[in-house]
């Protein structure tokens, strides 16, 4: 059988003239309608939308459990495998002369700003602390919580979900498209990764069905970022004195967030980034990424200096060392009630945080997976792979070790008597700042990381608009009309109200783990078709048949 040439053009329909220029309308449109019913159906009828999604979201838990667990580990042997393959790691996102558009530290800024900073906040402290409080290690009674003898413990799960698999999983989407748009000139949109697998047919409705599940995925993953970004930021003004008002009492006597918080908030929070979209890729959001980079970098030092750095740094290299050997186990290993306590029990943790952590992700992956792509042209596969997978990964690790292992240190030792461990998930790190300082300094710091905070989330938000618009223009990069960033921005900003209305932070959860399980399996289809390239691209170089539009373009006329 000859080896053909790969197909290298990939028409999609879009509109010529009117709203819709330039925006393959049946994407866009159809990608509206699904995330305005959502906004609606979550405002007019919260309790009904709260119960629904709930219960979707535990079937989902019960009978995809598996599934969750092991197309993640694909995708970290996937890309691990590429990279480290001589052959395939050489191989160039792009054409031969391409050379990257921007500088290691920009393109790194924008990559770790857009894909983890503002988790990195709010769970750098929460979650070490939360599985030193509770883990699988706890449950199966190897290890007593809150003690010294779970600390590693702790460390091992926070990094397992922070590590090479939540990276892989953006790595996978990013380093599909890059090959496919770059080197074969597809557009910049998600079907053009499985066109291997159907070629010529994702320009019609299969097409349009893999972008619209994209789109609507993304925002939902981001929703559930925002949402956290959102309750923090609302804690850091309460810190430093915005006033009673963020808050309001809840019938058992405790409090929640107030409406008018969540609106002030997302007026703050979407208006920045909506203006910064506005202006691109290569002005606001590089920009604003390096400020938050280099605010990263001081508040990291300051913990360096100020916190607990001896148990920081322990928590760090014994913490590398337990998670790289538990990989293998922890990545594959899935619990299942079998009616036993301690089962229930596992399986439940399981679905509250590794399950929910593999679906967000991969909610969040079109998001970071075509921006990673948009951001990476000109890199080899092996330098992509390391620098979206291995040096984030470890960044996570140094702040998880550091924040987090001060605010166990601070309990540890009696220095915090609770004040961490008691404060709400959000509001952990402010706490743990107003242990170590005294309260002007403490105040000043929880200023920085406001500051810090709405950085992060203004590059996310924004990041994320300028994707989805990439989405629904057939992968077009160019500058989008303003109605179109001004009505995602709005729409961002109304499904994480409408979601914490309907039922708090648990509401965008279950919605996010819902709309990332259909994206899975386009993911996992996204896996297959880059190994299936990059081999059958192996072939056609040692046929001298050509595998770029560059190829094409070298070779003499006949």
């Excluded at 031969?96 to 709010?122: K, Q, R, V, Y």
């Excluded at 090479?164 to 790595?171: E, F, G, K, S």
């Excluded at 740094?313 to 009630?337: C, E, K, R």
């Excluded at 009505?487 to 648990?506: E, K, R, T």
Aim: net charge neutral; with cysteine.
């Amino acid at each position: 059988m000859s080896i053909k040439p790969p197909i290298m053009h990939l028409p999609i329909e879009t509109a010529d003239s009117g709203f819709y220029k330039g925006f393959a309308k049946n994407v866009t449109i159809t990608g509206k309608l699904l995330v305005g019913a959502l906004i609606v159906w979550a405002v007019a009828f919260p309790d009904q939308a709260g119960a629904v999604l709930s219960s979707i979201n535990g079937i989902i838990l019960a009978t995809f459990n598996y599934w969750y667990v092991y197309v993640m580990a694909f995708f970290v042997a996937v890309c691990l495998f590429l990279a480290i393959l001589p052959a395939s790691g050489r191989l160039k996102l792009g054409h031969h002369d391409d050379m990257p558009e921007f500088s290691n530290f920009s393109w790194f800024s924008m990559m770790f700003g857009a894909g983890i900073g503002i988790g990195m906040l709010t769970f750098a402290t929460a979650e070490p602390m939360y599985h030193w409080a509770k883990n699988p290690s706890t449950i199966q009674e190897l290890t007593t919580g809150s003690t010294a003898d779970n600390v590693r413990a702790a460390y091992v799960w926070s990094f397992t979900h922070w590590g090479l698999a939540a990276w892989a999983a953006y790595a996978i989407v990013g380093l599909s498209l890059a090959y496919f748009s770059y080197r074969r000139d597809l557009p910049l949109t998600i079907r053009s990764a499985l066109v291997p697998l159907f070629g010529h047919s994702l320009s019609g409705f299969l097409g349009h069905l893999v972008d619209v599940v994209a789109v609507v995925a993304t925002v939902l993953g981001v929703s559930q970022t925002l949402g956290f970004g959102v309750e923090q930021f609302v804690s850091g003004l309460s810190r430093i004195g915005f006033g009673d008002w963020l808050y309001t009492v809840t019938a058992d006597g405790g409090q929640k967030v107030s409406t008018a918080a969540i609106v002030f908030a997302l007026l703050v929070i979407m208006g920045a980034s909506t203006l910064s979209a506005l202006s691109g890729v290569g002005k606001g959001i590089k920009w604003l990424s390096n400020i938050n980079m280099g605010l990263s970098f001081f508040l990291l030092a300051f913990f360096l200096i100020f916190g607990s750095t001896f148990f920081g740094l322990q928590a760090l290299f014994l913490g590398i060392w337990d998670y790289l050997i538990s990989i293998p186990g922890n990545i594959m290993t899935v619990w299942v009630d079998d009616g036993t306590e301690q089962a229930a029990a596992l399986a439940g943790w399981q679905g509250g945080w590794t399950i929910f952590y593999w679906a967000w992700w991969i909610a969040f992956a079109p998001f970071v997976g075509v921006f990673l792509a948009r951001i990476s042209k000109g890199r080899t596969v092996r330098e992509y792979v390391l620098g979206a997978i291995v040096i984030p990964a470890f960044m996570c690790f140094v702040w998880f070790a550091i924040v987090g292992g001060t605010a166990i240190d601070l309990e540890l030792n009696g220095n915090a008597d609770g004040a961490i461990a008691g404060a709400g998930q959000s509001d952990q790190l402010f706490a743990m700042l107003a242990v170590i300082l005294e309260p002007t300094m403490a105040w000043i710091m929880s200023v920085i990381v406001v500051v810090l905070l709405l950085t992060y989330l203004v590059t996310s938000a924004d990041s994320a608009v300028l994707i989805i618009n990439t989405i629904n223009a057939a992968g077009d990069e160019g500058p989008k009309a303003r109605p179109h960033i001004l009505f995602w921005g709005a729409a961002l900003a109304c499904v994480v109200g409408g979601l914490i209305v309907a039922g708090g932070l648990g509401a965008i959860q279950t919605a996010m783990v819902i709309g990332a399980l259909p994206f899975s399996l386009v993911m996992a289809l996204m896996g297959v078709s880059v190994l299936k390239a990059i081999w059958r691209d192996s072939k056609r170089h040692k046929a001298g048949v050509p595998a770029t539009k560059a190829d094409m373009a070298a070779e003499p006329a006949e």
